[in-house]
């Protein structure tokens, strides 16, 4: 039996060696915002004075308030209309442009960016031209690109948690007598709400960190974070991004390790419950 | 019901999808919107004008030539060196115990999670020529002058390699995990060697988890524009940034169109596969 164990020190060292090659230039990114130098590379002694220039940056900071503030619409959409796409596909595959609704929830998943950014901007020069509306690009056109970006992701998570659910409980409450939109409001929704929690977090962080797609639809006054980081990086190194990064890496890391446990110890609960349910029964 | 979602769906994914073919048959001109309507009506004459200019210039030119092959290439190479290095890891994480699996599985979604812009700009410092892996190498003697990475083909596969990893280990980990251990069980029993029954039991059965995990990396490589940006030099020929160009530099939005149009062309196949595939992930959730 013994032989169906991977050997150990193989299994370190490959771990060792992947999980250092994810982690190590992170790891280096963080360790040198504290630098005093403005030469990034270059360690000249301790200082946390890159943290107090973001304070000042008046462009990163209405950018960064406006990319919020665009990820928080985005998220709340995309979890509206791909749990809805995300049910479709999952209870109501039988319909005949079906593949091509598939088709189109799986696509936008591994298109390249510039695609869709190019394709939605023509589109929304054409609406324009012909409907008057919407007038220039900015804000509302760059939501419907994030939604866009966002909904495969939710719909996905969405149809997959939908297949896995035991329909005795929605068939029980429809034989009491409720109707099918109150089922899904009462019954559904609570039952899938983990995945709506995952999809709408990583919606979130999915839209705050878009910049391919929001450089085509963003007009004069919509400039987003990653607009502004992306200026900066392209000359080279610089200092004060080292300090946005590590901010960024450790909110970001502290939610989705949060989320993680938390995530475990509800599925937990949940067997123990199913478990003594089965057993009263 | 069915509705909503496809009608949004349609209008934003598949519609504007047309007006890129529709605008790549059109000419740039000065003035908004900057290239002109392929559709006149005059007199009561309606004419239709297609302009195949951009494609006839596309495929005499040399360097648009050089640039599709050049991006196949290197989403090819980054492909291979992804597998390469994400099969070991999402075998040994499947294999690890119980306890740990989920927590190494974590900690390859967490870069997913975190900004990906960040990731790409944290090997500039690693990779400049007074970076810290040149320094690093110096400091060991191994090298005397330092290797030219930053702004080179070599700093761009880096760069994929590190941003797309994750989705290479996805895939590849959920096949691996629902292995049913007992088949290389009964391979040893027969006395196959360890390589063996590697090599005719367990890498066939993630036969598809690596097709999976290649084309989530092939596709969006193949358009990647970031990363060339970023840590490419000049001469990193990639399709993606070919058409950012056209479109912000030149601003000649029907030559941008039509690269788009060749793009879309060349990712036809390997798209047409991705859909199967998860047609197929689906049809066994059921």
């Known amino acids: 039996m013994s032989t169906l164990k991977p050997s150990k020190p193989l299994s370190y060292a490959v771990l060792g060696f992947g999980y250092s090659f994810l982690y190590l230039p992170i790891l280096l990114l963080i360790v040198y915002s504290f630098n005093e130098s403005k030469l990034v590379t270059v360690w000249s002694g301790f200082s946390t004075k890159w943290y107090w220039a973001l304070l000042e940056d008046d462009e990163l900071i209405t950018a960064a308030l406006l990319s919020i503030k665009i990820a928080l619409m985005t998220a709340t959409a995309s979890v509206v209309v791909g749990t809805w796409a995300g049910f479709v596909m999952a209870r109501l595959n039988r319909f005949r442009l079906f593949p091509l609704f598939a088709g189109m929830i799986n696509a936008p998943l591994v298109i390249p960016e510039v695609i869709q950014g190019i394709s939605l901007l023509l589109l929304f020069v054409a609406m324009e031209q012909t409907l008057g509306w ?64 995952s999809g709408w977090l990583l919606s979130f962080t999915l839209s705050l960190d878009d910049l391919v797609l929001t450089a085509f639809l963003s007009g004069p006054g919509s400039t987003t974070l990653p607009m502004v980081v992306f200026s900066r990086v392209r000359l080279g190194l610089n200092p004060e991004m080292n300090a946005l990064a590590t901010l960024f890496i450790l909110v970001v890391s502290v939610g989705v390790v949060a989320g993680n446990l938390y995530m475990r110890s509800v599925q937990r609960k949940r067997e123990r419950e199913m478990q003594l349910a089965f057993k009263a029964a | 019901m069915i509705g909503v979602p496809f009608l949004f769906l349609f209008v934003f994914f598949l519609l504007p999808f047309l007006l890129v073919v529709g605008i790549s048959f059109s000419q740039q001109q000065l003035g908004i919107p900057p290239y002109t309507p392929l559709t006149k009506m005059e007199d009561d004459v309606f004419t239709l004008v297609l302009n195949i200019g951009h494609y006839k210039f596309m495929l005499g030119d040399d360097l648009y030539f050089a640039t599709y092959i050049s991006s196949v290439k290197m989403a090819f190479v980054s492909t291979v060196l992804c597998l390469l290095i994400g099969y070991p890891m999402a075998y040994y994480i499947a294999r690890a115990s119980d306890s740990a699996r989920d927590t190494l599985m974590m900690m390859v979604m967490l870069p997913f999670w975190t900004s990906y812009l960040i990731r790409v700009y944290a090997w500039i410092g690693i990779l400049k020529n007074d970076g810290f892996l040149n320094q690093f190498l110096m400091w060991l003697g191994v090298i005397d002058t330092p290797l030219r990475l930053y702004h080179t083909n070599w700093g761009v596969y880096i760069g994929m390699v590190f941003s797309y990893l994750p989705f290479m280990i996805m895939p590849l980990y959920s096949h691996l995990v629902k292995m049913d251990l007992r088949l290389l069980e009964a391979a040893y029993d027969l006395g196959a060697r360890p390589w063996k029954a590697f090599v005719q039991v367990t890498l066939p059965l993630s036969k598809n988890g690596i097709i999976a995990g290649s084309l989530l990396v092939f596709i969006p490589a193949v358009g990647e524009y970031v990363i060339p940006e970023l840590l490419g030099g000049s001469d990193t020929l990639m399709i993606g940034r070919v058409m950012w160009d056209e479109f912000f530099n030149n601003m000649d939005w029907p030559m941008a169109a039509t690269v788009t149009c060749a793009m879309v062309l060349l990712l036809l196949v390997p798209m047409a596969m991705f859909q199967h595939y998860q047609a197929k992930v689906m049809e066994e959730v059921k």
């Open chain 1, 134 to 197: 919407p007038e220039g690009r900015g804000v509302f056109t760059i939501w419907i690109g994030h939604v866009m970006l966002c909904v495969s992701y939710v719909a996905i998570i969405v149809q997959s948690r939908v297949r896995e659910l035991n329909r005795s409980l929605e068939e029980a409450a429809m034989d009491l007598g409720a109707r099918p939109l109150k089922v899904f409001c009462v019954i559904t929704l609570p039952l899938i709400s983990q995945a709506l929690v």
